[in-house]
């Protein structure tokens, strides 16, 4: 079944040069340990093809129920030198939360997963 | 010894609200108020102010600051804590003094200047004696672009703040400090932390990472259930109620607006977050993944389990280099088949400036109201009412970048139709004053502290 990752996270971004970060946060501790099967760093890479330019790196803090990715090449540079509108990756939270996962019925029905229309 | 300490955030970047100090010494009782005013770029723009007048290279807004807080400051004993100093702090020191001259309060206020962490004047000797202040991204030594920088400033410590404190100022003022420092220093100073206790010290950094974005951890751009966060246009910045041990509680005045909850602060504590096992720092090394949050009471958030580890030798610097220059315009296209023409109106550009032999490093195109922020992320692209052509070019030729300030508009007359949103005319060519990321042993650098009445 569809699920929204907006309908499981909060997320928040910034910058760092020409990198992003995104800390993705668990909107229930019981939805923390799916969003860490699912959110792999393949993932995350095929989700930004096209939007970033580097790699990607993960880090897990289940003390907050959040994972912290690193988005390289995401800036055009990043800072003064980009010239694009969210120079600073403020809004890569949101993109990041843009992702559908496709997640067995039977799962959605034990965590009470919102599912998408 | 205290048992508690109040450290109240009244400012997270030079640019944030101008009510914020005042309403943070009027809502309660506070110990500090702690202003931070440096992002990376700021450091530059002020230094090209100082080339200017000598007398300039702070935030000016921090005088404002001051005059609006002055009677908390001298009636009730709140201190103040602030990076305004940016390149010049004594310069900023002298506009403190003729602010208490002319408010007849001389004497009252006890500044505490800390410098030390301008390397500039010391930039050719620290390369030849071997520190390649290489960019910590690319690995470039900093020769490439020795003969165009503006500034270089090492990120200095808590170290000379306590002191600064511990010689009785009551307003403290530093250049290159780290943000969390304005924050940690005050507890390290009330709570006699010893420079290798750890754990504390980080938990001072944590407290300071919380509060040096303002409001982002009260509810401002919080993404969670945003559209009930109440009252955001009476919001209350955070504060931060330190104990001894090194647990906090993250709050804010009674009667406020906004949110401090789990998710509040959770979403400000990866805000620019790299590695959370190592958060470097010239005092010590936090560790994000040992953060604990309950919510202790409405709006209260407490903090505590925090461990960290010796800092690193290094100390980081902050170098501002003139890079090239660059020029956004924007046009607004209109219904029907707004996008095409926007696209349409892209194309054309991109062939004059072919045909003009104009060469860039860069051009960025994007359609705000379809893809300027998502890009492909950003999905269907339905028939929206308008779209807004937004085009950058970047380049170390100002004459091309300026060439091309005068090609997009034209398009208004003799490009794709249903055009408009113009008025501002022609967009201005700005010259980038580029970043450039390095580290230092921490044995060159020497801050340095005055106090002056």
Known sequence: MKVRLLDLAHARSGDKGDTANVGVIALRPEWYPLLTRELTVERVRAHFRGVISGDVERFELPNLRAINFLLHGALDGGGTLSLKTDAQGKVFSTAMLRMVLDIAA??????SLPVAS | MKSLVRVASGQGFWGDWLEAPRRQVEGGEIDYLMLDYLAEVTMSILQKQKERDPRMGYARDFVGAIESVLPALVERGVKVIANAGGVNPRACADALLALTDARGVRGKLVLGVVTGDDLLPHLDELLAAGHGLS????????????????????????EPIVEALARGANVVITGRSTDTALTMAPLRHEFGWGAHDWDKLAAGIIAGHIIECGAQASGGNCLKDWETVPDLWNVGYPIIDARPDGTFEVCKHPGTGGRIDVPTVTEQLVYEMGDPHAYITPDVVADFTSIHLEESGTNRVRVFGITGKPATDKLKVSIAYRACFKAVGTLVYVWPDALAKAQAADAVLRRRLDMLGLTFDTIVTEYVGVNA???PLAGDRHDAPEVQLR?????????????????????????????????????????????????????????KVEVLR
């Open chain 1, 106 to 111: 039977d799962e959605v029905k034990a965590l």
């Open chain 2, 135 to 158: 960019n910590m991204d690319t690995g470039e030594p900093l020769s490439v672009v020795r003969d165009r920088v503006l500034s270089a400033n090492a990120y200095i410590g808590s």
């Open chain 2, 373 to 375: 922020t998502h890009g």
């Open chain 2, 391 to 447: 085009v950058g070019v970047r380049g170390p030729d100002r004459a091309m970048v300026e060439r091309f300030t005068r090609e997009l508009i034209p398009m208004v007359l003799n490009g794709p139709p249903s055009v408009t949103g113009f008025a501002a005319g022609r967009p201005k060519v700005e010259e980038i004053v580029a970043y450039w990321p390095a580290l230092v042993d921490k044995g060159v650098v020497q801050p």
